[in-house]
């Protein structure tokens, strides 16, 4: 049997019938990485010995039938943002390429003691920039469904290396869609809770009021698995306050009871989404996602969000807003890079930051430093925030009478890794993904069923807090596919 098929819940359940140990998991896992030699492109960073050391100490709490945290024994991957002590953490950036953190992110330790086994750092956009992973300094991971296709982004290493099976759940990012999306592109569900579920220390930021952990799984239980470990308020920081709504316990084995939370579901739809022109086969699969739910007993409303015309361009100005103060640390001094030959400590910071970052951070730094520049905040940051107030105030409104917004997760497949885009171009296939991290709502990625080797992510959005609802509507819409 190749363990590296199961999913995360199958492999508890084995060890806890004694079928494996959690060593002969991690070798099949080591094995399969070794194997496809950088296929993928998906490691930055990779600990034979550090995985094998974990997977031991859990086959020893196994043993001696020791109580165990939910993770115990599942290999999981973690995105290159986010801390483990003592291991390399790079954000893709040559800016960081040496830097080893001596202490551990919230959730590094919230894996542990779940007893997860944490095999390594996976590649993502610079410093979760992108949409593709083509702007990692380590170059572009690639599709598993397809290698000439992106895995999307930021978080491409984590889709990709859950997809090629080098691990059997992984941990990314979502500031503006960056779980979504490469689930969506892999075939994977991918989660992003309600902002403030998951605690960001040890994670380093890109825009701080947008940013929030989240987990990849091959299914909606798997990837609720693992955000039941990570969650929870923590002291070390101050935007975390866990979420209640991700605390539940399902019967992920009774498909009809699954099927059964859609029934009565409310769900919106709005009109300016029924009326893009999408790739084809996206606007066919969400009218079937549409007909599945209504089959079902939900019932679709329509809805008119005017706001979400303002989305892509509302979202990028206050990105950027904080985006260039965040990446100030950076500066061959305080953290990262240092450039070899300066003559004066000005020179040292403009060499070390231009050969350090990358071509799309520089280009936001630049951005977000004119918006916020005393002549110009008034007229785009500032409003900019009234915008987001504006976004929120409707979205909510919405949710007074419906449960969950559908749409698709992307408007477009996975484009080719050698095609150009434009940053405007790759800018504007957020869309449907930026609305929920403007409003800090729930949010996650369903897959609809292959076709031609490819599938394409239906995108739930429930309203703050209502994370329970969200999941328990997405595993009721997986089980109706099967
Ligand atoms: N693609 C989006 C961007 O480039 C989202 C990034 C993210 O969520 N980290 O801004």
Redesign the pocket.
Known sequence: MDLTKLKARELISGYENRDFTVEEVTKSYIEKIKDHNNKYNTYITFSEEKALNAAKKVDKHYQDREEMGILSGVPISIKDNIAVKDMRMTCASKMLEDFIPHYESTVEKKIRKNCGVILGKVNM?EF????STKTSYFGPSKNPLNPDLVPG??SGGSAASLAAEECALSVG??????IR?PASFCGLVGIKPTYGSISRFGVAS?ANTFDQVGAFGKDVADAHLLLKAMEGRSKKDATSVGNKSLRFDLDYDNDDEAISYLNGLNIAVPKMYLDLDLDPRVKEEYEKAIEIFEKSGANINVVEIDALKYVVQT?NIL?NGEIAPNMARFDGLRYGHRTDNYSSYKEMFKKSRAEGFGTEVKRRIMIGTHILSLEYAKDYYYKALEVRNMIKTQMDKVYESNDLMLCPTSPILPPRIDKEVSPVE??KQ?LF?IPA?MIGAPSMSVPMPKKDGLSVGIELTANRFKDDLMIKAALGFERSMR
């Open positions: 956009d979760a920039m992108g949409a982004g930021s990012t979502d500031t503006g869609g960056s999306q890109m979202y990105v790759m800018y957020d993904t991290n």
